[in-house]
Protein backbone atom coordinates (compact mmCIF):
# COMPACT_ATOMS: atom_id res chain seq x y z
CA UNK A 1 0.00 0.00 0.00
CA UNK A 2 1.67 3.19 -1.06
CA UNK A 3 1.60 5.85 1.27
CA UNK A 4 0.09 9.13 0.53
CA UNK A 5 2.21 11.96 1.72
CA UNK A 6 0.28 15.05 3.15
CA UNK A 7 3.58 16.85 3.91
CA UNK A 8 2.61 20.70 2.62
CA UNK A 9 4.84 22.95 0.31
CA UNK A 10 6.32 25.91 0.16
CA UNK A 11 3.81 26.89 -2.76
CA UNK A 12 0.76 26.02 -0.41
CA UNK A 13 2.25 28.40 2.34
CA UNK A 14 3.29 31.53 0.06
CA UNK A 15 -0.61 31.04 -1.52
CA UNK A 16 -2.14 31.34 1.37
CA UNK A 17 0.12 34.39 2.37
CA UNK A 18 -0.30 35.94 -0.47
CA UNK A 19 -3.97 35.42 -0.43
CA UNK A 20 -4.02 36.97 2.41
CA UNK A 21 -1.81 40.30 2.30
CA UNK A 22 -3.81 40.62 -1.64
CA UNK A 23 -6.89 41.31 0.25
CA UNK A 24 -5.03 43.95 2.82
CA UNK A 25 -4.07 45.90 -0.53
CA UNK A 26 -0.41 44.29 -0.67
CA UNK A 27 0.68 43.98 -4.40
CA UNK A 28 1.45 39.84 -5.27
CA UNK A 29 4.59 41.08 -6.74
CA UNK A 30 6.17 42.36 -3.55
CA UNK A 31 5.30 38.86 -1.56
CA UNK A 32 8.31 37.63 -1.81
CA UNK A 33 10.38 34.74 0.48
CA UNK A 34 12.67 38.09 1.60
CA UNK A 35 10.27 40.52 2.08
CA UNK A 36 9.80 41.47 5.93
CA UNK A 37 5.91 42.39 6.90
CA UNK A 38 6.49 46.09 7.98
CA UNK A 39 9.32 47.20 6.74
CA UNK A 40 8.38 46.15 2.88
CA UNK A 41 5.16 45.03 2.91
CA UNK A 42 3.35 47.48 5.43
CA UNK A 43 1.45 45.26 7.22
CA UNK A 44 0.80 46.28 10.72
CA UNK A 45 0.89 43.45 14.20
CA UNK A 46 -2.98 43.33 13.89
CA UNK A 47 -2.24 41.71 10.43
CA UNK A 48 0.78 39.63 11.31
CA UNK A 49 -1.56 38.17 14.27
CA UNK A 50 -4.77 37.28 11.66
CA UNK A 51 -2.21 35.99 9.12
CA UNK A 52 -0.42 33.62 11.89
CA UNK A 53 -4.04 32.64 12.60
CA UNK A 54 -4.95 32.04 9.54
CA UNK A 55 -2.11 30.15 8.84
CA UNK A 56 -2.65 27.89 11.90
CA UNK A 57 -6.09 27.16 11.08
CA UNK A 58 -4.92 26.24 7.17
CA UNK A 59 -2.42 23.84 7.64
CA UNK A 60 -3.21 22.83 11.73
CA UNK A 61 -0.13 23.84 13.45
CA UNK A 62 0.44 26.11 16.35
CA UNK A 63 2.84 28.87 15.92
CA UNK A 64 4.09 29.34 19.57
CA UNK A 65 4.42 33.07 21.00
CA UNK A 66 8.37 33.30 20.85
CA UNK A 67 8.41 31.63 17.53
CA UNK A 68 6.07 33.85 16.27
CA UNK A 69 8.46 36.34 16.88
CA UNK A 70 11.24 34.90 14.87
CA UNK A 71 9.01 34.86 11.92
CA UNK A 72 10.23 38.38 10.15
CA UNK A 73 10.04 37.77 6.81
CA UNK A 74 8.28 35.60 4.02
CA UNK A 75 10.48 32.94 3.61
CA UNK A 76 10.95 32.31 7.54
CA UNK A 77 7.06 31.91 7.74
CA UNK A 78 7.04 29.73 4.74
CA UNK A 79 9.98 27.65 6.32
CA UNK A 80 8.27 27.36 9.59
CA UNK A 81 4.96 26.06 8.39
CA UNK A 82 6.78 23.29 6.09
CA UNK A 83 9.15 22.64 8.79
CA UNK A 84 6.54 21.81 11.92
CA UNK A 85 3.68 20.59 9.46
CA UNK A 86 6.63 17.74 8.33
CA UNK A 87 7.39 17.19 11.88
CA UNK A 88 3.81 16.42 12.45
CA UNK A 89 3.30 14.56 9.62
CA UNK A 90 6.21 12.29 10.41
CA UNK A 91 5.05 12.03 14.16
CA UNK A 92 1.57 10.51 12.38
CA UNK A 93 3.15 8.49 10.42
CA UNK A 94 5.28 6.77 13.18
CA UNK A 95 1.94 6.85 15.45
CA UNK A 96 2.98 8.95 18.07
Same mark, same amino acid.
Given at each position: ?6 ? #? ?16 ? #?????? #? ?64
Amino acid at each position: MAEQSTR #VTDDEVLKVIEDHLVVRG #VSAERI #VRGATWKADLGIDSLDILTLTQELEDTFHVKIGEEDAIDIRTVGDAVDYIVRVSGARTESEAHGV
